[in-house]
């Protein structure tokens, strides 16, 4: 009875050890598992921190419908243009062909706004969304809203007219 009552013991230490390593085992795969999702997309503009990279990309993910096709791994930073106060300025771009990433449903109509005095163009590539306290602004709502000042403005202006 003595070495039955030790027998048991020791396949109870057994089990248990065995669930311990298969519930670290689970855990370990499923920390693994989401991964993909915090890595710097390789075509990102290299000025933006990695870190804001990827939390702005994933933000922006979320925000996109359920049947969106863009995904952390077709989406990136093609131009970061600074952070003023705490509005991150960028640009977006994905390797799909259709333009789903633009705020006005992906036409890739040409606009033209004039913000502070500055004329921008914008079109399929080069709309510039504004990234403040988790959401999203076009620059002229940035600008109305008070998230950009006029120097903020004329700053983004100057990049953009250096890049032609």
């Known amino acids: ?3 039955e009552r030790r027998i ?3 396949i109870k230490k057994t089990i248990t ?3 311990t390593m298969g519930m670290i085992l689970i855990m370990g795969l499923g ?3 989401g991964c993909g999702n915090n890595k ?3 075509n990102s503009d290299p000025d933006i921190e990695t870190e804001l990279e990827i939390k702005i ?7 996109l419908p359920k049947n969106s096709r863009v995904k952390m791994n077709n989406l990136w930073v093609s131009k970061y243009y600074g952070t003023f106060d705490e509005s991150v300025v ?3 771009q994905t390797s799909l062909s259709e333009s789903s990433i633009l705020p006005d449903g992906g036409l890739g109509n040409i606009t033209k706004e004039t913000i502070a005095g500055f004329e921008f163009i914008f079109g399929t590539s080069s709309w510039i969304n504004v990234w403040y306290n988790g959401n999203f602004y076009s620059l002229l709502d940035a600008y109305n809203d008070g998230l950009l000042t006029s120097d903020d403005i004329e700053s983004i202006w100057l990049q953009r ?3 032609n």
Not at 57 to 63: D, G, V
Request: glycine share 4%; hydrophobic share 40%; aromatic share 14%.
């Open 8 to 10: 048991e013991k020791t």
């Open 57 to 63: 990309r994933q933000n922006y993910i979320k925000k």
């Open 31 to 33: 920390i693994f598992a």
């Open 1 to 3: 009875m003595f070495g």
């Open 161 to 163: 007219q250096s890049k």
């Open 90 to 92: 960028l640009i977006f």
């Open 40 to 42: 710097r997309h390789p």
């Open 17 to 19: 050890k065995i669930l």
